[in-house]
């Protein structure tokens, strides 16, 4: 176990210690509930409820069983519905949910979470097909969790009662629209982190737009719009820069002059611009829009992609003097290089193109690594990139993990083949020889690296 | 603690509950499945005493007034303190756990 792990599991321990010793010093809610006064009505208390449904254990949050012939009203009702109203609150404020709930559920249309709810999860739409999926489902561990929380019962619940629907298709239907959505606008955002890491901003918003543009009603169309807006509120979070703006910004950087002024449309994207120079640079906030004005003008004049950039943290050194960036948090890098005859502007990108060879400083290492063995080098920031390159290779078509993969791709260069591009060429040719599977602890089923490292 | 600073401070650890779930669900951790389960269940558990605790006291204050609530504000009470002194560190803990891609940033923006 790591000591991050450690950390996190004595602080859980703590916790479970602290509910524990709740239970033992007030007792739990059941107890206190019982001073409750019998409900006005002739409904089910819902002390009563509680106590049929058997929960003793103080391990164990009272199950709440919903009366079905009560639905419309009733002390019980009212109770169960704030509390499932609670739920809903904290479950719509989970990024995934938020995300959702925004795209797809109207203002109009929110009379109360639970309706909002049902819109949001096209619920009759959903049932054959999440069945489908079932075997998925079962699989995941945390959605498995969730769907046991008092709270994901209490969504079947409405599902059901609301919609007509069986108490298992409700089920299903939550969990795989939790699930499955959960999963696809994690993983992209997952691999898309990765790709931002790269730089490759313009790959990502390729992916979104051609995600966003396969209209369809299937299940699986479904998913990638959501997916694709989830990603956009992160990689477009801003609106392009009006023409207005764009020509006061041409004027700037042609004639210099006064800085362009910023009507207050585009604010929004410049302010973003500035307060990332603010979180991640030091740049002095009185300062920072003025140097987000420069950077948008003579730079990169698309807010989202400059926004992406900046999130490398490894840009061209001379923006350190440019534009007041503290060189505390910055590491100077080729990895950006302006791209000539592509733009009004210097329309900066990832170095990505010339795979061919590895630096002569990366060329000494790995020779070093290989004749005297010892830790993986650390090769030089603008050869990182290259080898990246290679271990993605490895991850979509092997199935190396974020671990193996870098490692991996280190090993191969140093023993096997010096050259990235050839190495990547032999890999989507070939795929990885027989020999290689033994050597360095590979199986057919996936990689897995010898923890002894090549022979 | 009065009654507006007890739900303001249930409502910020349900809050940061569902944010450290979420980031167990999909955050690249170096914990493993058997440690992102136990600490969700104790996250879960948590999270539902709060919401179930908080929309019993707000009935119960409705019904009976604050003093009649005292029973189940006394629980919840507690249950806040605890989540107050223990949940920033566990978040803490959890974003330690992050795992570090080759530049050494933690790769948890999407999930704050």
């Known amino acids: ?455 | 603690m009065d009654l507006d600073q007890l739900f303001t401070s249930v409502r910020a650890a349900l809050e940061r509950c569902g944010q450290m779930l979420d980031t167990l669900a999909f955050a690249p951790l170096t914990l493993s499945a058997q440690e992102k389960e136990q600490t969700a269940q104790t996250l879960l558990g948590l999270s539902e005493r709060l919401a179930l605790q908080s929309g019993l006291a707000l009935q119960e204050v409705a019904e009976t007034g604050v003093a009649g609530a005292e029973p189940v504000l006394a629980v919840l009470r507690a249950h806040a303190a605890l989540a107050d002194n223990l949940l920033p560190g566990l978040w803490d803990a959890i974003q330690k756990s992050a795992i570090v891609d080759d530049f050494g940033v933690a790769r948890m923006e999407a999930y704050a």
């Open chain 1, 1 to 455: 176990m790591t000591a991050a792990a450690n950390d996190v599991m004595q602080k859980v321990a703590e916790l479970n210690s602290g509910l524990k010793n709740i239970d033992a010093t007030l007792g739990t809610v059941q107890h206190a509930l019982s001073t409750m006064p019998p409900a006005p009505s002739a409904a089910p208390t819902l002390a009563s409820l509680i106590a049929q449904s058997g929960s003793s254990s103080p391990d164990t949050p009272p199950k709440v069983a919903f009366p079905v012939n009560n639905i419309n009203g009733g002390h019980f009702f009212n109770v169960w519905l704030s509390n499932a109203h609670s739920g809903w609150q904290w479950a719509l404020n989970l990024p995934v949910l938020k995300q959702l709930s925004g795209a797809l559920v109207s203002e109009k249309n929110r009379p109360g979470v639970d309706y909002a709810a049902i819109d949001m999860l096209n619920l009759p739409g959903l049932v054959a097909q999440a069945h489908q999926v079932k075997g998925a489902v079962t699989g995941m561990s945390v959605a498995g969790m969730f769907m046991k929380s008092d709270f994901a019962g209490g969504m079947v619940n409405i599902m059901s009662h609301v919609s007509g629907l069986d108490m298992g298709s409700a089920k299903t239907s939550v969990a795989a629209a939790v699930a499955i959505t959960g999963l696809a606008i994690g993983d992209f955002i997952m691999v898309s982190g990765s790709q931002r890491v790269n730089g490759k901003h313009d790959a990502v918003v390729e992916k979104i737009e051609q995600w966003r543009s396969q209209a369809g009603t299937g299940w699986a169309s479904t998913v990638k719009g959501w997916a694709a807006w989830g990603a956009s509120k992160i990689y477009e979070p801003q609106a392009k820069l009006s023409p207005a703006t764009q020509q006061e910004m041409d004027r700037y950087r042609q004639y210099g002059g006064d800085a362009p002024h910023i009507p207050e449309k585009d604010i929004p994207a410049v302010r973003a611009v500035a307060d990332s120079l603010v979180s991640k640079f030091n740049v002095p906030y009185a300062k920072s829009f003025e140097s987000a004005v420069k950077l948008l003008s003579l730079e990169e004049r698309d807010p989202n992609r400059l926004l992406s950039f900046l999130s490398l943290r490894c840009l061209p050194s001379t923006w350190v003097q440019d534009y007041g960036l503290s060189n505390k948090t910055f590491v100077a890098s080729d990895i950006l290089k302006p791209k000539t005859g592509q733009g009004r502007f210097r329309n900066w990108g990832p170095d990505n193109d010339d795979l061919s060879a590895l630096s002569l400083q990366a060329n000494n290492a790995l020779d070093f690594y290989r004749d005297h063995g010892g830790s993986q080098p650390t090769l030089p920031l603008q050869d990182q990139h290259i080898v990246r390159e290679v271990g993605d290779m490895l991850h979509k078509a092997f199935g190396a993990t974020d671990y193996q993969k870098i490692d991996l791709a280190i090993d191969l260069l140093t023993h096997e083949e010096r050259s990235p591009s050839a190495l990547i060429e032999k890999l989507r040719a070939d795929g990885l020889p027989g020999q290689w599977r033994d050597k360095y602890g590979l199986d057919s089923a996936g990689v897995r690296l010898s923890s002894n490292g090549p022979a």
